[in-house]
């Protein structure tokens, strides 16, 4: 349960967040236009105008200035020219058809060149349902479109205004925000530890957190080095901001190598103070980290350096106690690797007093540019080219099966809105275009999540407005649920729909009085129209299963774990190559693999029926999770010239036998699986060695039972 300190972070954390940024800015770009149209009597007819600046502002999502500028302005002119188009054929059944079926699947297909396309091309979507019927009877294509475009370029205007303002002010909040989510992943980690800790349900939620992680990683490395600014710029603050990620990235991937035989450490130490302290000291790392993230989101120095010497001390004190009394061989090995984690945490320790000096602009930078460039690599665009869309014109892939699913459904849903004689149409369609999403589980949860939301929603406003009168009140109340909805889109759906709805409410009152009763009404019934429509084409019109995906991610992650075991091999026997750009390339590989495949995973499990496989598919991820975080503690090993030869045969059988695991995914065979004996099991020297090649072994037995038939 949290308690009030913690909820008053909470809050801090949310309101200096991009999301809140977002949502302030897309409500102050579209209300004071509202406001100065209300003001002259203008507001039906300037409804385009605010409508274009609203869609435009929706695609304007995190990422490099110029990727949110033209994506902007492609919003601006796909919207304009879809409300033209709308205009000449609503009148048409046949033509109407026709475009929508055309528009639907081109537009769906823009998501082959990533989320900011996705999304330009779905709020074309959208403004195209919106103006199937013309409004209050008024009708006027080129002045509807002018209106449009008017909307976009003065949104698109103002965001660039803020930018330039202030330039580094999104990627402190991205920085911040990453810094927070590896703060999460450490509390984790700590799970690990503590006393009685279910290991499964810890590396399930470990997984969890690793996902959100990279995806962070991911939008802020694309922000910082795709902007020419942060590579280029000589300017301290630039430089800094730089590094600050750079070092968070190495904080993030140094905690992977603090991987242990968690069931032998609570086998062993589980009745001694060691892990319990262990616990708390790894939390209290996390929250010091959650504190410079914070203060990074908020644009502020961090003004007291992290200090856990007192809880290191104590810890060290407690494994000394415990190595004095113990005679026990396994125990003194399992506190030997306690101590490995107490050092690997005195690393991050000293990592975490760089990243506080650095928002002081208190360390030199000089070297960031030539890092960055390194850091570069990992970035990957998508191009923008028609070969691309002509490679995925085949069911093959999932965004032309999205692509024919959501046609399918605005065609049933255009149908159902006819017969049904339906008089507000697009909401079924909106419904449909806002849910339906290229993975299953994605729309499953959005369904429920867009149903029970617009009813709470619908609820909590007509309670505001049967008590509350006052129209000033009600218009802050209505500014309030924008601003709160449009900061949640990102984070968190319900609440997204929940606001939205208080806020489309309190515009019919203010629009309608007479009328919006049974506007709600309409609006309610059809989200469960659209809703409904949207569960069955998901669920039976080109499925996009995780199961069928699985097995190309298992291969990927078996792949990208062969060549990181290789290259930290490699940087054990010659410690000079850890900080190689082979070895950052290899490991950063097999992050991102193992991120894919915990997120394909997550998908599978949320899917309707489960694979009688399911239950090994999942013990081969949390194999290879482990694997992984094994793998980058064996760069920390101490190894001695005079053994070298005698494990090259290990090191071999690892290599092949990870090799023989892919081919067997590859042609899903169970392969021979003989019982072996582990070489290095009594070599205590090469902990780490012998642990991966265990997990090697269960991998393939995992794989045996998988494919045998």
């Not at 590094?243 to 035989?261: A, G, P, V, W």
Request: net charge positive; aromatic share 10%; with cysteine.
């Amino acid at each position: 349960m949290l308690r009030g300190q913690d909820y008053v972070r909470e809050i801090q954390k949310f309101t200096t967040s991009q999301y809140w940024n977002a949502g302030a800015r897309i409500t102050a770009g579209v209300m004071a236009p509202t406001l100065i149209l209300a003001q002259q009597g203008w507001l039906a007819t300037g409804m385009p105008f605010l409508w274009g600046a609203l869609f435009v502002s929706l695609t304007d999502t995190p990422g490099p200035i110029h990727h949110r500028r033209n994506g902007m302005l492609a919003g601006m002119a796909f919207n304009a020219v879809t409300v033209l188009l709308t205009s000449f054929t609503r009148d048409y059944q046949a033509l109407l058809l026709a475009q929508v079926i055309l528009l639907s699947f081109s537009y769906s297909l823009l998501g082959v060149f990533g989320a900011r396309a996705s999304a330009v091309g779905t709020l074309a979507l959208v403004i195209m349902v919106l103006n199937l019927v013309p409004h209050n009877g008024y009708q006027n294509g080129i002045k509807d479109m002018v209106l449009i475009a008017a909307g976009g370029l003065w949104y698109t205007g103002f965001s660039l205004l803020l930018y330039r303002i202030r330039p580094y002010r999104l990627a402190e909040q991205a920085i911040g925000e990453s810094l927070i989510v590896t703060a999460d992943y450490i509390r984790a980690r700590a799970a690990f530890y503590k006393k009685d800790a279910d290991l499964q349900a810890c590396f399930t939620r470990l997984m969890e957190e690793q996902v959100q992680v990279h995806n962070i990683q991911d939008q802020t490395r694309d922000l910082l080095f795709r902007t020419r600014q942060f590579v280029v710029d000589a300017s301290p603050k630039s430089r800094s901001m730089m590094m600050l990620f750079l070092d968070s990235i190495d904080l993030f991937e140094q905690t992977l190598s603090s991987y242990q035989n968690y069931e032998s450490l609570h086998k062993h130490l589980g009745e001694t103070s060691v892990l319990n302290k262990m616990y708390g000291v790894i939390l209290q790392v996390a929250a010091e980290l959650e504190h410079i993230g914070l203060m990074v989101q908020a644009g502020n120095p961090v003004k007291k350096q992290p200090d856990l010497t007192r809880a290191l001390q104590d810890l060290e004190d407690a494994i000394r106690n415990e190595q004095a009394l113990t005679r026990n061989a396994e125990k003194a090995a399992s506190l030997s690797s306690v101590e490995k984690i107490v050092s690997n945490i005195r690393n991050i320790i000293n990592r975490m007093h760089r990243l506080a000096m650095y928002t002081r602009l208190e360390i030199d930078t000089g070297k960031s540019y030539l890092k960055a460039l390194d850091v570069s690599k990992f970035v990957v665009g998508t191009p923008v080219t028609w070969q691309l869309i002509r490679e995925n014109l085949t069911l093959k892939s999932n965004t032309f099966r999205y692509a024919l699913r959501l046609t399918i459904g605005m065609i049933i849903g255009y149908a159902t809105s006819l017969f049904l004689s339906l008089s507000h149409m697009y909401w079924v369609l909106l419904t449909i275009v806002t849910i339906l999403k290229p993975v299953y589980a994605t729309t499953s949860k959005r369904n429920i999540e867009r149903v029970a939301g617009t009813l709470a929603g619908a609820i909590l406003a007509l309670g505001v407005l049967a008590f509350i009168h006052e129209n000033a009140i009600l218009l802050g109340l209505m500014i309030f649920s924008m601003l709160l909805s449009y900061s949640l889109l990102r984070v968190n759906y319900f609440s997204f729909v929940l606001f939205l709805t208080v806020y489309i409410v309190i515009t019919f009152h203010f629009l309608n009085p007479g009328e919006f009763g049974s506007l709600i009404k309409e609006r309610v019934l059809d989200t469960v129209i659209g809703s409904i429509i949207a569960a069955l084409i998901s669920r039976f019109i080109f499925p996009a299963w995780g199961h069928e995906e699985i097995e190309t991610s298992m291969r990927e992650m078996l792949k990208a774990n062969s060549k990181y075991f290789i290259e930290s091999w490699n940087a054990l026997r010659n410690p000079s190559l850890t900080g190689s750009q082979e070895y950052k390339l290899a490991r950063q590989s097999a992050i991102v693999s193992l991120t894919n495949l915990t997120d394909n995973l997550q998908r599978m499990l949320a899917e309707p029926k489960q694979a009688p496989r399911s239950p090994l598919v999942h013990q081969f991820v949390i194999a290879n999770h482990m694997l992984t975080g094994h793998i980058a503690a064996l760069s920390t090993e101490n190894l001695s010239n005079e053994i070298v030869g005698d494990i090259e045969p290990v090191v071999k059988a690892i290599e092949q036998e990870l090799q023989q695991a892919e081919y067997n995914i590859k042609h899903q065979s169970p392969g021979n699986i003989e019982p072996k004996d582990n070489p290095l099991a009594a070599q205590q020297s090469l902990n780490q060695l012998a642990i991966i090649y265990s997990l090697v072994r269960d991998i393939e037995i995992i794989l045996h039972k998988m494919y045998t038939r």
